[in-house]
């Protein structure tokens, strides 16, 4: 499973970011994506973090002061 994020733009011109948590399958010899959550709307700040929550290495989140 991994994070994907889209970026989509709305009426005014304005960015919108969008996650979601998707799976991959093996489905008849080719491979499926699934969306499992939508996350939702999420802010350009947020994303590092939902990335590494849903990593599989779980990386330390470390930032500079």
């Known amino acids: 499973m991994f994070l994907r994020v889209q970026r989509k733009r709305g009426k005014g011109g304005e960015e919108m970011l969008y996650a979601s ?3 991959n399958r ?3 010899g080719r491979v ?5 959550v939508n996350i939702g709307r999420v802010t350009e700040e947020q ?12 990386p330390r989140l470390v930032w500079d002061d």
């Open 47 to 58: 994303v590092p973090y939902l990335k590494a929550a849903w990593s599989d290495k779980k």
């Open 21 to 23: 948590v998707v799976e």
């Open 32 to 36: 499926v994506q699934r969306t499992v």
């Open 26 to 28: 093996r489905e008849g």
